[in-house]
């Protein structure tokens, strides 16, 4: 997926301070003489070492970096690639590569910065979470990503044997599994509640997520887990008497919400969107966030296996027409738990909808 050079920066930065946390503690001596020659970031990295590192800010960095670098479409590659404006002519894997670097580089801009000051555990996270965030895209191969029409991304074919070698290092192994968060049984189920009005939307305001409903599903032992609810608080609109109507919501409880940006930092590191499959009732909710993001400039904090769940229900029912999630519980012969259309409760009425399809065999695998 990356040049040599990106990989190499990576490696640059924080593969001296790898060995420290494999190496047994009779063997440190042996270790990378740039950490021997510095035996402030020696004693640092034993004391990581022997503490084994929990991984959490890694995780985070690595979701992060990967969602971004999955955000990367088609068309922006458009925008740099082919003959431009004035002559001349920039090669589509020239400029994918810079679209990476841009994507990379705060991330190396923080490490340095860090170690500058002495901050070598939050250094060398940052450092792990990086690379690990790159060999995770390393075999994608979704067409409207524009790194995969750079020629960095998808099968073989499309490298250098130097990249396959580059690629293909045997790092992951040596580092403490990304995702103990059982992620591969375990499925996020999300319902939002967004600023809305009777009529037409005032042009002064934008629709704005004030609610996200989440309900933790186990699939494999058919049960939910654990319902969550977080309050977000509008920055662009405000509470209309009719959205109030409608979801229970008052502005004074939004007030006392969160940021959206923070919202959707809670969502990757308390609630694993990052790495856990998560469903939601239609694209709505999927879409919502995106623009939403992308007009804050707020980190996008799912994954990329998301299933609509409305459309599973549909094809599994055989329906013309797509249902409302309370006409599916009545389909499904359940009763409607809570209040419609708060989040909080949607989440939970949604997830019992995929147990249902679950339970009968016909949820699928998350894509």
Wanted: proline share 5%; hydrophobic share 40%.
């Amino acid at each position: 997926m990356f040049t040599d050079d990106h990989i190499d920066r990576g490696l640059g930065m924080v593969g001296f301070l790898v060995p420290v946390l494999v190496a047994e503690p009779g063997q440190r001596h042996l270790i990378d003489p740039h950490v021997s020659s510095l035996p402030v970031l020696l004693a640092e990295a034993e004391r990581l070492a022997e503490a084994m590192l929990k991984g959490q800010d890694r995780e985070e960095v690595a979701d992060s970096v990967a969602r971004q670098l999955r955000l990367l479409h088609i068309r922006d590659l458009a925008d740099r690639a082919g003959p431009q404006w004035g002559g001349g002519y920039v090669d589509p894997v020239d400029a994918a590569s810079e679209m990476a670097a841009e994507v990379i580089q705060p991330y190396l801009d923080d490490l340095s910065r860090r170690v500058k000051i002495g901050e070598n555990a939050a250094a060398l996270e940052i450092g792990l979470g990086l690379l690990s965030g790159l060999y995770g895209c390393r075999h994608e191969d979704d067409n409207d990503l524009a790194l995969v029409h750079g020629g960095r991304l998808g099968g073989r074919a499309a490298r250098t044997p130097r990249q396959n070698q580059v690629l293909e290092l045997p790092l992951l192994p040596t580092l403490p599994a990304m995702d103990s968060t059982g992620a591969e049984r375990l499925l996020n189920v999300v319902d939002v509640e967004a600023t809305c009005w009777a009529g037409y939307q005032p042009p002064s305001m934008v629709s704005e997520i004030i609610e996200i409903g989440l309900t933790v599903v186990d699939l494999d032992m058919g049960e939910r887990l654990a319902r969550h609810r977080i309050l977000v608080r509008p920055v662009r609109s405000t509470v209309s008497e009719f959205c109030t109507e409608l979801t229970g919501l008052t502005q004074h409880e939004v007030d006392g919400g969160v940021g959206f940006a923070e919202a959707c930092r809670l969502l990757a590191a308390e609630h694993h969107a990052g790495t856990r499959p998560w469903a939601s009732w239609g694209d709505y909710d999927r879409h919502q966030f995106t623009r939403q993001c992308q007009a804050s400039r707020a980190p996008y904090p799912f994954g990329r296996h998301h299933t609509n769940a409305k459309a599973a229900f549909t094809e599994a029912y055989g329906l013309r027409k797509r249902p409302g999630m309370a006409q599916a519980l009545e389909i499904a012969g359940q009763r409607l738990e809570g209040r419609h259309h708060r989040g909080e409760d949607d989440a939970w009425n949604i997830a019992a909808l995929v147990l249902h399809l679950s339970e009968r065999g016909v949820w699928p695998d998350p894509c």
